[in-house]
């Protein structure tokens, strides 16, 4: 690699270099003048001297101004002639250009500002690719509850179904379609880089508790319980509740629907960090799909939208911390949200990545 240069320094040497010569173009001209004085004559030069002297001064002050428009025009060109590559790389991922450059520069600023600008473009392109995967996915989502309440209108108006039964189906997947249009909304709410969130202290085992009961009804009508492991009354954590809240409720709603009888949920301190689990008694993971149960629209065994573990992972990330999937003992699911000990005044949201 070739060795780099810093811009001011390149600046700070070209002007150095002309005021250097015009100190020495100045001391010879001072040495003319000695030399053109008359004998006996201390301080003053005949006629013919001073228009000499007047003459040398203006053609070397000519020179010095020329050879400082020469230094500036090379320099000024040498600076702008990468500024202007990157300019032309910056317009073409303007244009949907998400290829990186190769340049190298000497100044080690632009070096800098070029390899940022190659960082980005492949932010840009992963985040690009992400989103018409999602959009994709998105589509397939809702084009399947769609076409089931298409299918059932038409055998309703036509009367080769059983309207009450038919109507029911719609309900089910209107419901379903209702439950995915606002997972995705809020998807493309925390995926907002733009959006900023204000944190606020709130007691977690509090949280979990309101949880629970929120979905209480649901629990019950599938014969679940809830079990509450706490070994604190309160556990105080400053975070975006909103978010938390979401994050939990996703993981109830869950594991009431893999839970066979009950599912327990614990908050408590490891540490420095804090860790809120939900287990249930249920069959488990399978083995093929622990590693991918994060992912966006991806749906195991009696998975409903794909995309409710996905937001518990983008919320955890979110706040410095991270979610994780397994298998207890005794078979069932656990899923673990650590979070960081403390929190700064506010969360930005940020690109992640692409749910059981």
């Known amino acids: 690699m070739k060795n780099k240069t810093v811009i001011r320094k390149r600046i700070l040497w070209a002007f150095s270099s002309v005021l250097f010569l015009s100190f020495m173009l100045t001391g010879v001209l001072f040495n003319i003048v000695i030399r053109l004085r008359l004998p006996g004559e201390d301080y003053y030069v005949n006629e013919m001297g001073t228009g000499r002297i007047g003459i040398i001064l203006f053609v070397l002050v000519s020179i010095m101004l020329v050879m400082a428009v020469i230094v500036t025009f090379f320099l000024a060109k040498s600076i702008t002639r990468p500024i202007k590559k990157l300019e032309q790389f910056a317009l073409s991922i303007g244009k949907g ?81 209702s439950d995915l249009v606002t997972d995705l909304l809020y998807i493309a709410k925390i995926d907002n880089a733009s959006t900023i969130y204000t944190t606020e202290e709130i007691d977690l085992i509090g949280l979990l508790k309101n949880s629970a009961a929120n979905q209480q009804a649901i ?29 939990v409720d996703n993981l109830i709603s869950n594991a009431i629907r893999y839970a066979k009888s009950e599912i327990i949920l614990t908050c408590r301190y490891k540490g420095s960090s804090i860790q809120i689990l939900v287990s249930d008694n249920g069959g ?39 979610v994780m999937a397994e298998n207890s003992e005794n078979g069932g699911a656990v899923f673990t949200i650590t979070l960081p000990g403390c929190m700064g005044e506010q969360v930005a949201t940020q690109p992640s990545s692409p749910g059981r």
């Not at 019950?220 to 604190?232: E, L, S, T, W």
């Not at 622990?290 to 409710?308: A, D, I, M, S, W």
């Open 219 to 247: 629990a019950d009508k599938n014969g679940i319980k809830f079990v509450f492991d706490f070994a604190r009354d309160e556990i105080r954590y400053s975070c975006v509740a909103d978010l938390i809240s979401r994050a």
């Open 284 to 322: 488990g993971i399978e083995a093929e799909a622990l590693p991918h149960v994060f992912e966006r629209f991806y749906k195991g065994k009696g998975g409903n939208t794909g995309v409710g573990l996905s937001i518990v992972k983008s919320i955890a990330n979110q706040h410095n911390g991270y």
């Open 97 to 177: 250009g998400f290829e990186t450059n190769e340049y190298e520069f000497r100044d080690v600023e632009l070096d800098n500002l070029n390899i940022a600008l190659n960082k980005a473009v492949k932010q840009i392109k992963a985040h690009d690719s992400e989103q018409k995967n999602f959009f994709q996915n998105a589509s397939h989502e809702l084009r399947t509850p769609l076409m089931s309440i298409k299918v059932y209108a038409e055998g309703i108006v036509y009367g080769v179904m059983e309207p009450k039964k038919a109507g029911e189906t719609i309900l089910n997947e209107t419901d379903r379609l």
